[in-house]
């Protein structure tokens, strides 16, 4: 029986009967967390009564994350996708590779290092069922560094901007997503997923508190220069704003700088009698920080073209390992 708000039935590559949700897990350094988070994870899956399958990707670690993963795949036909890149590719990336391979109708994004809660994902379902196409948690009480969360809230703010969004935490990898958003985009090694573009394209979307714990085995790959790395790439994508923004109050202010002349003719007043040279200076060094802050964002979106047509990949797949699927198709 069709459980509240279950998506109907499609199918994906022609494949059979596609599962309802794909688990896209990411993975970097998580040699001591990966049998908990499965195990766990398995769990909650399993209480939802619901068709899924289990994507995993090692995004590049060098410990034995990835002959853990290798052995979770060969013992649950649930996993029915591994993969191992060449070297850490980002976590945007290793989920872009997730989305390239996942059948399902619907994606679960999560983090594997523990300091979200899987046995929480019943409760991300339940609001999913009342008809969102994205539902996402939120870490009321974080437990990361200030080295994370300042540059973090700066992300958010951001992205909300971006995306014209109210969401609160887009960094929070804990988010259910209708997976017909992501297939438009025609993601892949040379075009990765991006929080920002999907949820600009959302109207149906709401929020919900998840529990963050503190990180118990190893750092965090996010650092400061790759979260400010983020940063400048939602920055970028709203490029339009800022320099509609820029354009508008030199509009303004050029207005008002000939209306000032035109009223010399008839009215004698003057705006700052004594100009100093220390005034000056400091209006000349201004001007010379906003003009090099333009100049800096027009230089960064003129290399990212570049890079971008250069058409590289984001990252790159060593091994793939793969269950037969109902459609036939093998492992390779």
């Known amino acids: 029986m069709k459980k509240p708000g279950h998506k109907d039935s499609d199918t994906h590559d022609g494949a059979a009967a596609a599962p309802e949700f794909s688990m896209l897990v990411t993975c970097h350094f998580e040699e001591r967390s990966i049998e908990e988070f499965y195990a766990r994870l398995s769990a909650a899956l399993e209480s939802l009564g619901r ?11 060098t410990d034995g994350t990835w002959d853990k993963i290798k052995a979770i795949h060969a013992k649950d036909p649930h996993v029915t996708v591994v993969m191992d890149f060449f070297r850490n590719a980002g976590q945007q990336a290793a989920i872009t590779a997730c989305m390239c391979e996942a059948r399902g109708r619907n994606f679960i994004i999560m983090d594997s290092d523990l300091q979200l809660m899987p046995e929480e994902l019943p409760m991300l379902v339940a609001e999913f069922d009342k008809g969102y196409d994205l539902v996402s948690g939120y870490r009321k009480n974080r437990h990361d560094s200030f080295r994370r969360i300042i540059p973090s809230k700066l992300a958010n703010v951001i992205m909300r901007r971006a995306s014209k969004s109210t969401m609160r935490d887009f960094g929070c990898t804990f988010k ?3 997976a017909k958003i992501f297939r438009a985009f025609d993601l892949g090694p040379t075009r990765i997923f991006s929080n920002v573009d999907a949820i600009a394209r959302i109207q149906r979307h709401t929020e919900v508190p998840v529990t963050h714990r503190p990180r118990r085995y190893g750092k965090s790959g996010w650092t400061f220069r790759k979260l400010w790395q983020y940063n400048m790439t939602n920055l970028v994508s709203m490029s339009q704003q ?6 508008g109050v030199c509009l303004c202010a050029s207005m008002l700088f000939l209306l000032r002349i035109a009223a010399g003719f008839f009215v004698h007043f003057t705006v700052l009698e004594t100009v100093t040279n220390g005034l000056l200076l400091n209006v000349i060094v201004f001007a010379l920080l906003v003009m090099l802050a333009v100049m800096a964002l027009v230089g960064e979106f003129a290399i990212r073209c ?4 250069q058409g590289h990949p984001v990252y790159i797949v060593r091994e793939t390992l793969r269950h037969a699927r109902p459609d036939g198709d093998a492992a390779g």
Do not use: K, R, T
């Not at 570049?306 to 047509?309: A, G, N, S, T």
């Open 51 to 61: 068709s899924y399958e289990i994507i995993m990707v090692n995004d590049g670690s």
């Open 176 to 178: 259910i997503y209708n």
């Open 242 to 247: 800022p320099f509609q923004v820029i354009a």
């Open 306 to 309: 570049f890079v971008m047509l």
